[in-house]
């Protein structure tokens, strides 16, 4: 990375916060905004000057509290979500995240019931994995956790195969036709 200075790391912050491709990763974006809070003296300050709130500074932020080989993992874009850092964050145990964040690098899926999954092979207890999951959502979507039997969602992953579309499209779709023949 570039030394740091303020032009540089208020450069960062505005060619990426407004936009939904972003040019940088997650770590570049969290040290620029750790090297403003230590200029500018407070998250507050900074959250002024950018014109963001100071939980979404938080947010960036946390991302250097994980473990080294994680925020590399960060870097590389193998893991490119600040909401998976916030479920990563929930395990507190560096060994976990560690691993929980290798597996989700490797994951071709990123839907919620796989890092579900993943939370789970990690030994958190599953209320404590959706719970993860529910608070790490957008705040303009809604979220259900279902659990299905294995038949059941093999069926919905064969179907959605069959339609070309995810399997959470699927049951978007199943859920609103059935709710329209109930009015």
């Known amino acids: 990375m570039r030394k740091m200075d303020e032009?540089?790391?208020?450069?960062?912050v505005f060619a990426n916060?407004?936009?939904?491709?972003?040019?940088d990763d997650l770590m570049t974006i969290a040290e620029s905004f750790e090297y403003l809070v230590n200029l500018y003296g407070s998250q507050k300050a900074v959250a002024e000057k950018v014109g963001l709130s100071s939980e979404m500074i938080r947010q960036f932020l946390a991302l250097l509290k994980l473990?080294?080989?994680?925020q590399t993992m960060f870097?590389?874009?193998?893991?490119?979500?600040?909401?998976?850092?916030?479920?990563?964050?929930?395990?507190?145990?560096?060994t976990k995240q560690i691993r929980t964040a290798k597996a989700l690098a490797e994951s071709l899926s990123k839907d919620t019931r796989d890092i579900k999954r993943l939370v789970k092979g990690a030994d958190v207890p599953v209320e404590e994995a959706k719970k993860t999951v529910l608070n790490?959502?957008?705040?303009?979507?809604?979220?259900?956790v279902m659990d299905f039997?294995?038949?059941?969602?093999?069926?919905?992953?064969?179907?959605?195969?069959?339609?070309?579309?995810?399997?959470?499209?699927?049951v978007k779709r199943i859920v609103i036709k059935w709710l329209q023949q109930k009015k």
Do not use: C, G, M, W
């Open 67 to 70: 473990p080294k080989e994680v």
């Open 149 to 170: 039997d294995n038949d059941t969602y093999q069926a919905i992953i064969r179907k959605a195969k069959t339609l070309k579309i995810k399997p959470a499209e699927l």
């Open 136 to 144: 790490a959502k957008p705040k303009r979507f809604h979220i259900f």
């Open 75 to 94: 870097s590389r874009r193998q893991i490119d979500s600040v909401d998976t850092a916030k479920e990563l964050l929930a395990l507190k145990d560096s």
């Open 17 to 23: 916060i407004r936009r939904k491709k972003r040019t």
């Open 7 to 12: 032009n540089y790391a208020l450069a960062v």
